[in-house]
């Protein structure tokens, strides 16, 4: 047979295989018409590549993952169950409804919140501190490390071979090794350079460590998508730590970012969390009076050598995912672009906007309220970025000011409405956060600690360049181009 011949026949299996995808596609799709339309476009021109991304990167198998995650999680709460009736009233952090607000639009949030799967309480009583870059975070999380006396869990998205992963592993194992029961869980692509012998010292030591939703070529498993994209730190259930920060070398050189650390009730949420995902990648259940409630039991962790200013503050823990129905993230987002009253400002890496979320924005935009969105100069992915850009137009139309933070690749994902409350975590603006990953951030509520996070975004806006409509006229036709080319393939970023 002909080479000619070879690759007509590819072709025509290419083309088979395209159509046979169409209704997957058009079921998965539903009510994404734009999603739906990008993948049928890609079958259409590159019909391999097409296939070929779509049941690596598509929906495939979630209904499957779903069930599984929810039979996960219904184990989860119903063993806590009979822990929380042991516990007493203050002790109590599972989801149900918040306490009474007092305002209308603090009705309209109560309402939200009590009907959206894995939200937690709003619970008084938590401090709050701050911590910027990898700089500050790192000392504090080895210092909790350090300091650990029971256990310690573990829960990063990226985790690489390198020299702050080892000394992370280090510290861990040393712990492992005086004792405290130590549980690390890293996503199976993000963690991927330390899910070989990396860990092998830890497990030696006696602890464990599992990889989240594992990618198997041989298994029918190779899915990308629905990664697990959170950050969490909890030692011996006292104090947590979450943001947007990972673990490795990169961050602490030219990677701006947020962490936050947490005391008070608000940590047994955080638990929830990991302990639904630790019964998920291993089926060992964390449901036990050692875990929760341990803030009541004793003061706060203190932590050599770190002193960061602390505010209280009213918080819940928001954790969400594609397992379920609605994603609370992204409601609580549209939420906060269509109550606010004064501001919103959101500091983003990634900012991909679907047609609900671009509305919210540029609908608050022209009722006067002041949005701001201050995206990367420099972003550690490029396609991404050209994909971000392409939105300039429609959103400095409605008003929406937007700032490119230029001396370091901005990583931060804070969002703040008005004067008294805001949202950190693991959670872009983007589709994949609010679709795809499973994040968790914290929503919290309080003047003083929105006014301290408040005066670093101004800092931050400072240091950064404000883009203008007549600047994004003045971009060259190819850049226009691969913008537009980027802006087609939104809908799968």
Same mark, same amino acid.
């Given at each position: 047979?002909?080479?000619?011949?070879?690759?007509?026949?590819?072709?025509?299996?290419?083309?088979?295989?395209?159509?046979?995808?169409?209704?997957?596609?058009?079921?998965?799709?539903?009510?994404?018409?734009?999603?739906?339309?990008?993948?049928?476009?890609?079958?259409?021109?590159?019909?391999?590549?097409g296939?070929?991304?779509?049941?690596?990167l598509?929906?495939? /198998?979630?209904?499957?993952r779903?069930?599984?995650?929810?039979?996960?999680?219904?184990?989860?709460?119903?063993?806590?169950?009979?822990?929380?009736?042991?516990? =007493?009233?203050?002790?109590?952090?599972?989801?149900?409804?918040a306490?009474?607000?007092?305002?209308?639009?603090?009705?309209?949030?109560?309402?939200?919140?009590?009907?959206?799967d894995?939200?937690?309480?709003?619970r008084?009583?938590?401090?709050?501190?701050?911590?910027?870059?990898?700089?500050?975070?790192y000392?504090?999380?080895?210092?909790?490390?350090?300091?650990?006396?029971?256990?310690?869990?573990?829960h990063?998205?990226? /985790?690489?071979?390198?020299?702050?992963?080892?000394?992370?592993?280090? #510290?861990?194992?040393a712990?492992? +090794?005086?004792?405290?029961?130590?549980r690390v869980?890293?996503d199976a692509?993000?963690? #991927?350079?330390?899910? &070989?012998?990396?860990?092998?010292?830890?497990?030696?030591?006696? &602890?464990?460590?599992?990889?989240?939703?594992?990618?198997?070529?041989?298994?029918?498993?190779?899915?990308l998508n629905?990664r697990?994209?959170?950050?969490?730190?909890?030692?011996?259930?006292?104090t947590a730590?979450?943001? &947007?920060?990972?673990?490795g070398?990169?961050? =602490? +050189?030219?990677?701006?970012?947020?962490?936050?650390?947490?005391?008070?009730?608000?940590?047994?949420?955080?638990?929830?969390?990991?302990?639904?995902?630790?019964?998920?990648?291993c089926g060992?259940?964390?449901?036990?009076?050692?875990?929760?409630?341990?803030?009541?039991?004793?003061?706060?962790?203190?932590l050599?050598?770190?002193r960061?200013?602390?505010?209280?503050?009213?918080? +819940?823990?928001?954790?969400?995912?594609?397992?379920? *129905?609605?994603?609370? =993230?992204?409601?609580?987002?549209?939420?906060?672009?269509?109550?606010?009253? +004064?501001?919103i400002?959101?500091?983003?890496p990634?900012?991909?906007?679907?047609? !609900?979320?671009l509305?919210?924005?540029?609908?608050?935009?022209?009722?006067?309220?002041?949005?701001?969105?201050?995206? *990367?100069?420099?972003?550690?992915? *490029?396609?991404?970025?050209?994909?971000?850009?392409s939105?300039?137009?429609?959103?400095?139309g409605?008003?929406?000011?937007?700032?490119? /933070?230029?001396?370091?690749?901005?990583?931060?994902?804070?969002?703040?409405?008005?004067?008294?409350?805001?949202?950190?975590?693991?959670?872009?603006?983007?589709?994949?956060?609010f679709?795809l990953?499973?994040?968790?951030?914290?929503?919290?509520?309080?003047?003083?600690l929105? !006014?301290?996070? @408040?005066?670093?975004f101004?800092?931050?806006?400072?240091?950064?360049?404000?883009?203008?409509?007549?600047?994004? @006229?003045?971009?060259?036709?190819?850049?226009?181009?691969?913008?537009?080319?980027?802006?087609?393939f939104?809908?799968?970023?």
């Amino acid at each position: 047979m002909s080479l000619q011949a070879i690759l007509l026949t590819a072709e025509a299996c290419a083309l088979v295989l395209a159509l046979a995808s169409v209704p997957s596609v058009l079921i998965e799709r539903r009510g994404r018409p734009t999603s739906a339309a990008v993948w049928l476009l890609l079958f259409l021109f590159v019909p391999f590549v097409g296939v070929l991304l779509w049941w690596s990167l598509g929906r495939l /198998y979630m209904q499957r993952r779903r069930r599984r995650r929810r039979r996960a999680k219904a184990d989860v709460v119903g063993r806590l169950a009979s822990v929380r009736e042991s516990m =007493t009233e203050r002790q109590l952090t599972g989801p149900h409804p918040a306490l009474t607000d007092r305002s209308t639009r603090d009705q309209a949030r109560r309402l939200l919140f009590s009907e959206s799967d894995r939200v937690f309480a709003s619970r008084r009583g938590n401090r709050v501190r701050v911590f910027v870059d990898a700089a500050e975070a790192y000392p504090a999380f080895l210092a909790a490390i350090d300091a650990a006396r029971d256990h310690i869990h573990f829960h990063f998205y990226i /985790y690489q071979d390198d020299e702050t992963g080892r000394r992370f592993r280090d #510290a861990l194992v040393a712990a492992a +090794r005086r004792g405290v029961s130590v549980r690390v869980l890293v996503d199976a692509v993000g963690g #991927a350079p330390v899910a &070989g012998d990396f860990m092998e010292p830890l497990k030696a030591a006696g &602890g464990h460590f599992e990889t989240f939703s594992p990618v198997r070529f041989l298994r029918r498993r190779l899915i990308l998508n629905f990664r697990n994209h959170r950050k969490i730190l909890i030692v011996d259930g006292r104090t947590a730590f979450t943001g &947007g920060i990972n673990i490795g070398d990169e961050y =602490t +050189r030219d990677w701006h970012d947020l962490a936050i650390q947490l005391d008070g009730p608000v940590v047994d949420q955080l638990q929830e969390v990991f302990a639904e995902d630790w019964f998920y990648a291993c089926g060992y259940s964390l449901a036990s009076q050692r875990y929760f409630g341990c803030h009541e039991r004793a003061g706060d962790l203190e932590l050599a050598g770190v002193r960061p200013v602390s505010h209280g503050a009213r918080c +819940r823990v928001i954790a969400s995912g594609p397992d379920t *129905p609605k994603n609370a =993230t992204f409601e609580i987002f549209f939420h906060g672009c269509t109550t606010a009253l +004064r501001r919103i400002w959101i500091m983003t890496p990634y900012l991909i906007p679907d047609q !609900a979320m671009l509305v919210a924005l540029t609908s608050a935009a022209q009722r006067d309220v002041d949005v701001r969105l201050l995206v *990367p100069r420099r972003s550690d992915v *490029p396609f991404v970025q050209l994909a971000c850009r392409s939105y300039y137009s429609e959103l400095l139309g409605a008003g929406v000011k937007i700032f490119e /933070y230029e001396p370091a690749v901005l990583h931060a994902k804070l969002l703040l409405f008005d004067d008294d409350w805001c949202m950190l975590g693991s959670a872009n603006v983007d589709i994949r956060s609010f679709r795809l990953n499973f994040e968790a951030s914290v929503f919290l509520e309080g003047e003083a600690l929105t !006014a301290h996070l @408040a005066d670093l975004f101004v800092r931050d806006q400072k240091n950064a360049v404000q883009v203008t409509a007549d600047a994004v @006229a003045r971009i060259d036709r190819f850049t226009q181009i691969k913008q537009a080319a980027a802006h087609l393939f939104s809908p799968m970023l």
